[in-house]
């Protein structure tokens, strides 16, 4: 199934009875160096999907594309029924209202509070009161258990709760779709099983749809809805279906190779 074009102006909320993103023919490369050639898929509303692979596959490349930090050598991205490959500045601001995206690192700015950081994107893309701002803070810290640390620098925290802090600041203007970039790197299993219990509550609580790119196939395991297997000999998707069918089912060695290996020594990409 393809997505349709929008043929109007971007609408402030994403269409219902979509797909919430699709990739068509996508092609990413880096000068003369091709990572990804001609890969399509679909995420669904609602979902969570995973997109995984070994070392150097061009997972973290593929986030980029859709979320619009890089454009592709062809194809597209249709987020909401927007070629955000295209968009101009005015669309790509209305589209980046409805996405977060809790990147590797936290990605908190250390001159700012906890609070002041959760709230810049609201003092970006909104009009709205420092007090307004303030409140919307305040309710996005409590989701992720960080009420009360809105005066506190990122130097004062502990990793899990800068990752936490950060998801409060992916998650403040309410997106339809939140991206996570290896969610739990550098976490310690305890919190990294919090971090997993909040993306859970987030995707059933508020029916957000969520995109995990990972290489911890644990991780995987216990979260996705279905998942998607990138292969860097292939320069695209080997695989894609919920994660017991693909272990079991599959015929394919490279997957099964790769859905039941531990976490330990795996590499990123």
């Known amino acids: 199934m393809r997505v349709d074009k929008v043929e109007s102006k971007v609408c402030s909320r994403i269409e219902t009875g979509k797909p919430i993103i699709a990739v068509e023919g996508l092609t990413a490369s880096f000068g003369e160096e091709t990572i990804l050639e001609n890969i399509d898929f679909e995420v669904r509303r609602g979902e969570i999907f995973c997109i995984v692979g070994g070392s150097g596959c061009g997972k973290s490349t593929l986030l980029k594309h859709m979320i619009g930090l890089l454009r592709p050598a062809a194809g597209k991205v249709l987020v909401g029924g927007m070629n955000i490959g295209a968009a101009g500045d005015r669309e790509l601001n ?32 909104t009009g709205l009161s420092q007090d307004t701002v303030q409140l919307i803070v305040r309710m996005k810290l409590a989701m992720v258990n960080l009420g009360g640390y809105e005066n506190y620098y990122p130097a004062e925290l502990s990793g899990g ?20 970039d290896e969610p ?8 990294t099983a919090e971090l997993e219990i909040l993306i859970r509550e987030i995707n059933v609580g508020l029916g957000t749809t969520i995109v995990i790119v990972s290489h911890q196939v644990e991780l995987v395991l216990r979260l996705a809805d279905r998942v998607m297997l990138i292969d860097r000999g292939e320069k695209g998707i080997i695989a894609t279906g919920a994660p017991e069918e693909l272990r ?7 997957v099964r190779n790769f859905l039941f290996r531990t976490d330990a020594g795996q590499g990123k990409g």
Request: charged share 20%; hydrophobic share 45%; glycine share 12%.
């Open 161 to 180: 709760m800068r990752k936490r802090g950060g998801l409060a600041r992916a998650m403040v203007l309410d997106p339809q779709i939140l991206f996570f």
């Open 184 to 191: 739990s790197a550098g976490l310690d299993p305890v919190n």
């Open 94 to 125: 209305s589209i980046r209202k409805e996405i977060g995206v809790l990147f590797q690192s936290d990605a908190l700015l250390a001159s700012m509070t906890l609070g002041e950081n959760v709230g810049l994107p609201l003092g970006g893309l």
């Open 248 to 254: 079991f089912s599959t015929t394919d060695p490279r």
